[in-house]
């Protein structure tokens, strides 16, 4: 199949990936964080909401938030400030806080919901309860948001919601070993990678550093 896309793009002068979308989704900028909570919240997606707050804190990758349990975050009823989950990808746990604009957004969900047993998800499927939603219904969602703000769809999607606020933790403090390991990464070439490290990046860092 490679040698056929060579074939093509030296015989037509056309790449085979022309007019797709590659390499990694963008992070979103807190105003546009803003921007996607305020039509929700204008919209009373109390799920969506709930779920897009909970994506950013936790900087879990999709395939993990959409089976979240209630149990990951609530204890004795209340919702809990720190939790941690097993990645479906790696098989290794990562640790996550729930700040307070998160908790406040899964408390009103978990009352729109009703209550569910510890090892409920969180986002149940509407078409089974049993199970949850489904990764690209999820992906669908992400696309709904951002496009509700005048995002590019095309350049945003779930991972964009993985790396906003690990990108924010890294430009305030240039600290990449905390930034791998709430991300979940094995490898600091892994974190250097996902957040687009670059010359210009070390720097910008380099040049605040007095000695």
């Known amino acids: 199949m490679y040698y056929h896309q060579q074939h093509h793009e030296r015989t037509s002068g056309v790449a085979w990936n022309a007019g797709r979308s590659i390499g990694p989704k963008r992070a979103l900028k807190p105003q546009q964080v803003w921007e996607i909570r305020f039509h929700l919240e204008h919209e009373k997606r109390?799920?969506?909401?709930?779920?897009?707050?909970?994506?950013?804190?936790?900087?879990?990758?999709?395939?993990?938030?959409?089976?979240?349990?209630?149990?990951?975050?609530?204890?004795?009823?209340?919702?809990?400030?720190?939790?941690?989950?097993?990645?479906?990808?790696?098989?290794?746990?990562?640790?996550?806080?729930?700040?307070?604009?998160a908790r406040e957004s899964l408390r009103a969900w978990l009352r729109v919901r009703g209550s569910g047993r510890p090892e409920d998800f969180l986002f149940p499927s509407r078409i089974d309860r049993s199970d949850h939603i489904s990764t690209r219904q999820y992906a669908r969602l992400v696309d709904e948001w951002v496009t509700a703000i005048g995002l590019d769809p095309a350049l945003f999607g779930t991972h964009s919601l993985r790396r906003t606020k690990a990108s924010l933790i890294y430009k305030r403090t240039g600290n990449l070993r905390a930034v791998q390991i709430l991300l979940g990464h094995r490898k600091i070439e892994s974190t250097v990678r996902y957040l687009g490290v670059d010359l210009e990046d070390a720097l910008a860092l380099s040049e605040g550093t007095d000695v």
């Open 46 to 101: 109390t799920r969506d909401r709930a779920m897009f707050d909970i994506a950013i804190d936790s900087k879990l990758r999709g395939c993990d938030v959409v089976k979240l349990r209630i149990g990951d975050v609530v204890v004795g009823g209340q919702v809990r400030q720190r939790s941690m989950v097993i990645q479906q990808k790696t098989g290794t746990p990562v640790s996550f806080e729930i700040g307070e604009t």
